[in-house]
């Protein structure tokens, strides 16, 4: 009789068990990332985050633009894949009720070139290439500015455009070209600054190839996102502790380098 309690008993925790792994299954955070390095991160960030008692379940997106909406409409609980200001854009464009609540990483733009070996080489007069697009000129012009190549307005911020340069000491041509066309016009520029990912669409990487990068604190830093009614719940919490874990900087370094910077 006591053997069959005991068996009963043992079913009893065993079935106990199986429930509280179901649960955790279901109660699993989802995260919407992009393919690449975000999911590559992502997937170290869901081993450390398991190390804690939190469960990610991350949702590859092969189109970036459906990822806040998803999140918008709760099939996801939160995102990572835009830089900050791409972020702030779509929420004001969409009213989408949802907030950042840290930096990722960034994946910085630099300057590239077939004709120096650094920036003390530049000649007076010479002519750079940057991105013709709205975002891509203001981000060009906050890095030259940042290397002292030019200032423009302080009161352009992140929205700097051509006429806001107030100066340009050493007289630099600056053309504007698609970004399609950046990489083909290193061979007739000084130098052209050219964003992450079309860099690594032509076989280049800033840490490797470039004379010069977007600092990891760049105001284009990558964010993680949530509802804003999420805000506060305990797992947002664990989940950005789990992301600015060593380890998962450990993993950012050794897998990338400098070719993805670390804001945090």
């Given at each position: 009789?006591?053997?069959?309690?005991?068996?009963?008993?043992?079913?009893?925790?065993?079935?106990?068990?199986?429930?509280?792994?179901?649960?955790?299954?279901?109660?699993?955070?989802?995260?919407?990332?992009?393919?690449?390095?975000h999911a590559q991160i992502m997937d170290e960030v869901r081993r450390v985050a398991a190390t804690r008692g939190l469960a990610l379940d991350i949702v590859v997106f092969d189109k970036p633009e459906g990822i806040d909406a998803a999140l918008a409409a709760k099939q996801i609980d939160a995102a990572s894949f835009e830089d900050g200001p791409s972020f702030l854009s779509q929420r004001k464009q969409h009213s989408y009720a949802l907030t950042s609540v840290a930096t990722t990483v960034t994946f910085p733009i630099a300057?590239?070139?077939?004709?120096?070996?650094?920036?003390?080489?530049?000649?007076?007069?010479?002519?750079?290439?940057?991105?013709?697009?709205?975002?891509?000129?203001?981000?060009?012009?906050?890095?030259?500015?940042?290397?002292?190549?030019?200032?423009?307005?302080?009161?352009?911020?992140?929205?700097?455009?051509?006429?806001?340069?107030?100066?340009?000491?050493?007289?630099?041509?600056?053309?504007?070209?698609?970004?399609?066309?950046?990489?083909?016009?290193?061979?007739?520029?000084?130098?052209?600054?050219?964003?992450?990912?079309?860099?690594?669409?032509?076989?280049?990487?800033?840490?490797?190839?470039?004379?010069?990068?977007?600092?990891?604190?760049?105001?284009?830093?990558?964010?993680?996102?949530?509802?804003?009614?999420?805000?506060?719940?305990?797992?947002?919490?664990?989940?950005?502790?789990?992301?600015?874990?060593?380890?998962?900087?450990?993993?950012?370094?050794?897998?990338?380098?400098?070719?993805?910077?670390?804001?945090?």
């Amino acid at each position: 009789m006591k053997s069959h309690t005991f068996i009963i008993a043992a079913l009893l925790i065993a079935a106990s068990w199986v429930q509280a792994a179901q649960a955790t299954a279901s109660q699993a955070v989802k995260i919407g990332v992009t393919a690449g390095a975000h999911a590559q991160i992502m997937d170290e960030v869901r081993r450390v985050a398991a190390t804690r008692g939190l469960a990610l379940d991350i949702v590859v997106f092969d189109k970036p633009e459906g990822i806040d909406a998803a999140l918008a409409a709760k099939q996801i609980d939160a995102a990572s894949f835009e830089d900050g200001p791409s972020f702030l854009s779509q929420r004001k464009q969409h009213s989408y009720a949802l907030t950042s609540v840290a930096t990722t990483v960034t994946f910085p733009i630099a300057l590239y070139s077939r004709k120096l070996t650094n920036l003390g080489q530049l000649q007076r007069g010479a002519t750079i290439a940057i991105p013709d697009d709205r975002e891509g000129t203001a981000r060009a012009l906050i890095l030259l500015q940042n290397f002292t190549l030019l200032r423009f307005k302080d009161s352009a911020g992140l929205h700097a455009t051509l006429a806001d340069i107030t100066s340009n000491r050493l007289n630099l041509k600056i053309l504007q070209v698609p970004h399609a066309r950046l990489f083909d016009s290193l061979n007739s520029v000084a130098f052209a600054i050219i964003d992450s990912d079309d860099a690594a669409r032509a076989g280049l990487y800033p840490a490797r190839d470039s004379l010069g990068l977007e600092d990891a604190r760049s105001p284009y830093a990558n964010v993680l996102t949530v509802r804003d009614g999420d805000c506060t719940q305990p797992w947002v919490a664990q989940l950005v502790g789990a992301y600015h874990s060593p380890e998962v900087a450990h993993f950012i370094l050794t897998h990338y380098q400098d070719s993805v910077r670390r804001p945090w």
